[in-house]
């Protein structure tokens, strides 16, 4: 673990509204038993260990920790929480504090085409995590209008917003592609067949 940064982080995070109760955590692991991340997507990840690295101010790997950008704020851990901490508030407040600070989301996020969006709110709509919010702003060739806008910050890349879009404006950046997929889909088939 690197040595504290910031020795008043731990005061930082809790003066964001919704991690207040903070330093209440007795580290019992029960909001890690109840994550579905941690049980279906990704096995280190651990909102017991960002909340003790919080509490003791290592600033660093708290923002480097994948449990930072991996929490979707479902709340299966806050009724379970012994202590009635705000867990994904808490790893909210250490997200904000990343972002202040000039970090970005180290995942894939969705990305708006803004030459080719047309606001119809399709995306901002069935987005499940409320990361997309339609905005007025300057785009090149097109002056000022209404386009919709990520918020890196709450972006789970689910792909909603982008099988929502019917002008094909918002996407994820992935190592793949539909015609990818289906010739590797056809390949299987043939292969099966023979």
């Not at 504090?97 to 180290?106: D, K, S, T, V, W």
């Not at 097109?142 to 094909?168: E, F, H, L, N, P």
Request: hydrophobic share 40%.
């Amino acid at each position: 673990m690197n040595l504290p940064v910031n020795t008043n982080f731990a005061e930082q995070v809790k003066a964001i509204p919704g991690a207040e109760k903070l330093m209440m955590c007795f580290s019992c692991g029960t909001c890690t038993s109840k994550c579905m991340i941690q049980e279906k997507l990704e096995p280190n990840y651990n909102p017991r260990r960002l909340i003790r690295e919080t509490v003791f101010n290592f600033e660093e790997t708290a923002f480097t920790d994948e449990t930072t950008w991996l929490c979707t704020a479902c709340d299966l851990c806050y009724p379970a929480c012994p202590q009635k901490i705000h867990i994904s508030a808490v790893i909210t407040a250490v997200k904000q504090l990343a972002f202040e600070q000039g970090r970005q989301n180290p995942n894939q996020t969705a990305k708006v085409v803004e030459a080719t969006c047309v606001a119809c709110g399709l995306c901002e709509s069935v987005c499940p995590y409320q990361a997309i919010k339609l905005v007025e702003k300057k785009v090149p060739f097109r002056g000022m209008i209404t386009v919709a806008s990520v918020d890196q910050g709450k972006c789970m890349a689910c792909g909603m917003c982008t099988a929502a879009c019917r002008s094909d404006s918002i996407r994820l950046n992935q190592d793949f592609n539909d015609n990818e997929i289906l010739g590797s889909l056809w390949g299987w088939l043939e292969s099966e067949a023979a």
